[in-house]
């Protein structure tokens, strides 16, 4: 027996403990524990368990191991003084983890489940937002690639020969027929730009005594403006900066479709005349679709 062997012998002794007792505390067999007090270490199942089941002996005793190791250092063989991880020691294991952490451990998954919920509801609504935004960009600036389509203006023809002929007649006139026409001529009737109805997203007015129909789109601030004719051809489609303006003849239309985005922001002028809006406040805020028809004097 070691001198080792001997003090944890009697210190075991001296507490009261059997080797079975020991057994239970440890969970070293019996027969090891046998071994230890007797400095047999060659009946270990390896090098490796040596110092561990010393530590274990001397902490199941309440012994400090370091200093176990350091007094008894020459009855342990130097092949088996490797210092070996703390996690060895079955006793410190057991101290080591607290109940609070096991509690922890045990809440960690419901944690991770938590968060992982919470980050898709923060998701979703984040794309909401997102498709709310792009809805409200379209509404206030349809097309995105415009087609800016400029009809050539139409001479009237009719005009021309009118004015041919009267030329003509004038030259076959004597002067006092001529000064006659100058001093009583004949007065043509005015333009007529009249509102005909109004169902909330769409507003009609009627062109009537002019033998033109010159359009004119006037921009004082963003928006965006679409104009077409009865059938459905565009002749303009794009959005407007502060100032800009855009004139379109439609003498040869019967019908001028005009889809405004930013109606507070665009001014619409026939043959020069400004066309005064008949829209309520709340209907301003929104895409207006405004139809001129024009009937041309006889």
């Known amino acids: 027996m070691t001198e080792l062997g001997e003090r944890l012998r009697q210190e075991r002794e001296a507490k009261g403990l059997g080797l079975n007792e020991l057994q239970d505390i440890t969970k070293i067999q ?11 270490y060659a009946m270990m199942p390896g090098k490796f368990y040596v110092r561990a089941f010393i530590k274990q002996y001397a902490e199941a005793l309440g012994l400090d191991p370091d200093e176990i190791f350091e007094q008894y250092k020459e009855d342990i063989p130097s092949t088996y003084n490797d210092d070996l991880p703390e ?11 607290s109940p609070s952490s096991s509690k922890v451990l045990d809440l960690l998954p419901k944690i991770l489940i938590g968060v992982f919920v919470i980050g898709a509801i923060v998701l979703v609504w984040y794309w909401m937002v997102q498709s709310a935004g792009d809805d409200k960009k379209d509404l206030e600036g349809e097309g995105n690639n415009p087609v ?52 909330g997203s769409s507003t009609v007015y009627e062109l009537k005594n002019t033998d ?18 009865s ?11 502060k100032e800009d303006s855009e004139t379109l003849d439609f003498t040869n239309e019967t019908e001028a479709v005009i889809r405004v985005g930013n109606v507070p922001a ?25 139809t001129i028809r024009y009937t041309k004097s006889e």
Not at 87 to 97: G, N, T
Not at 212 to 229: D, I
Not at 270 to 286: M, Q, V
């Open 266 to 290: 665009t001014e619409i002028y026939i043959n020069g005349e400004k066309l005064e809006y008949s829209f309520t406040e709340s209907e301003l805020t929104r895409p207006q679709n405004i």
């Open 231 to 241: 059938a459905g051809k565009s002749f303009f489609e794009k959005t407007l900066q």
């Open 30 to 40: 019996k027969r090891y524990l046998v071994g230890i007090e007797e400095g047999n």
């Open 148 to 199: 800016n389509i400029e009809e050539p203006k139409v001479v009237d023809e009719n005009t021309d020969d009118a004015a041919g002929e009267s030329e003509g007649e004038n030259s076959d006139a004597t002067p006092d027929e001529t000064e006659d026409e100058v001093e009583e001529p004949v007065e043509e009737p005015a333009q007529e730009l009249a509102f005909t109805e109004n169902n």
């Open 87 to 97: 996690q060895l020691s079955r006793v410190q294991s057991r101290k080591s983890m």
């Open 212 to 229: 033109a129909f010159e359009l004119k789109v006037v921009s004082t601030g963003s928006t965006w403006v679409s104009v077409k004719n």
